[in-house]
């Protein structure tokens, strides 16, 4: 086992003692849940296990979806297609291996990663396997699918382009891997004909989907601190772009939205997440390492409201529901919180686990899939008026 391996082990495990609530002295625990008068109606449409949970292991396996179809990958190795409307299993593959991160979906294609650094290809209309190939190190990030790409991050600081056709490796760069990281990594993204993806070392870099050079890349999030536990600065949330503005965060560090074309930061505030944000019109809404729910103005970053009262609950990311931000917790919760005041409105329990993976908004309906492996889907009344 690798020093830097040994060294994210030891921090996932103070992570996890934390975000589990165990009394331990010194250790803050997590904000108890008080009842709340819910001004927004959320009706709990259907429940679907996938199998394989993956509880405590910071695993990046979410939701996707294409065509009314929601795709989702399990930890004991089954990759599943439900109908969206009702939950129903279209098809279901058994991988056989321990999966660990995606589905990422694209043009004819639902791609997974594992721990063993395995990437599989499967048709997203029968599920049938299309190709598989061993990449440098595990995959903790979902795999980005283009109509000719397959963009795979792994836990060695590699950015990797593989044909969507059978693999084949296309391009590949790597970013330098601080000796103590958190476990995880961010998940590649597109801006147009450009690939955005965080890294370990606090940086973002934008990347030609065809060639892989290296358009620039920014400072996003500065380590800090005199010991390496305190220089964290890792990029492991999605980069987020939106309007030719795009945003990163990092753990330890700092919030910063910046220019599509040359990275310059426009502007930066502190701010700690390993989740991410999520943006509306007028508004960047964060979940921080700490389990506020921060909204902020989206031209300079200043903050707008706090919500205090999930604190140190390991909220997932957040998503946009209408006039809501919806976010889960450790616990399995999944809460509605109003954008204009922060104040929540809604309140719903998922499958029971946690909910690691940001919420799923798509086609009227939220989404959320716990560590469990429990896909479990909602309405709310934030797109109606309430």
């Known amino acids: 086992m690798t020093l830097l391996r040994k060294l994210t082990l030891v921090l996932v495990a103070t992570t996890v003692l934390v975000a589990c609530g165990k009394k331990e002295k010194g250790v803050e625990q997590p904000a108890e849940l008080v009842d709340i008068k819910a001004t927004l109606p959320v009706q709990k449409l259907w429940s679907s296990s996938v199998g394989g949970g993956g509880e405590n292991l910071r695993l990046a396996l979410g939701l996707a979806h294409s065509a009314g179809t929601i795709y989702a990958a399990g930890r004991g190795g089954s990759v599943v297609a439900l109908y969206g409307d009702s939950g129903k299993e279209r098809w279901k ?3 056989k291996l321990e999966l660990s991160a995606g589905p990422g979906v694209g043009p004819g294609l639902v791609a997974v990663g594992t721990n063993d650094g395995d990437v599989l290809a499967f048709d997203p209309l029968t599920g049938k396997r299309l190709w598989n190939v061993k990449v440098s190190s595990e995959v903790l990030a979902r795999p980005l699918v283009t109509a000719d790409r ?3 991050r792994t836990v060695d600081g590699r950015l990797r382009a593989l044909s969507a056709a059978n693999g084949k490796e296309l391009w590949m760069l790597e970013e330098q891997v601080p000796r103590l990281t958190l476990r995880g990594t961010s998940p590649p993204v597109l801006s147009g004909d450009t690939v955005l993806c965080g890294f370990d070392s606090g940086k973002v870099l934008a990347v030609s989907l065809q060639t892989g050079d290296i358009l620039w890349q920014t400072q996003a999030s500065t380590p ?3 010991s390496e536990l305190e220089r964290l600065a890792d990029v492991d949330a999605p980069v987020t772009s939106a309007g030719g503005d795009i945003f990163a965060v990092g753990y330890q560090g700092r919030l910063a939205m910046l220019a599509a074309d040359s990275g310059q930061v426009w502007w930066g505030r502190d701010l700690s997440s390993y989740r991410g944000v999520v943006l509306d019109d007028q508004r960047v809404y964060a979940s921080t390492s700490d389990g506020d729910v921060i909204a902020m103005r989206r ?6 409201w706090t919500q205090d009262a999930l604190r140190r609950r390991n909220l997932s990311g957040p998503a ?3 006039s809501a931000i919806v976010v889960g917790d450790y616990d399995g919760y999944v809460h509605w919180l109003d954008t204009e005041t922060g104040k929540i409105i809604g309140r719903e329990r998922g ?11 798509t086609d009227g309906r939220v989404y959320v899939l716990d560590d469990g492996g429990v896909v479990t889907a909602f309405r709310s009344g934030a797109r109606t008026g309430r």
């Open 150 to 152: 397959v963009v795979v």
């Open 224 to 226: 800090r601190g005199r």
């Open 299 to 304: 031209r300079d970053g200043t903050a707008l």
């Open 93 to 95: 593959t058994d991988t």
């Open 320 to 322: 946009l529901d209408g």
């Open 351 to 361: 499958g029971g686990d946690r909910i690691s993976a940001a919420p799923l908004v």
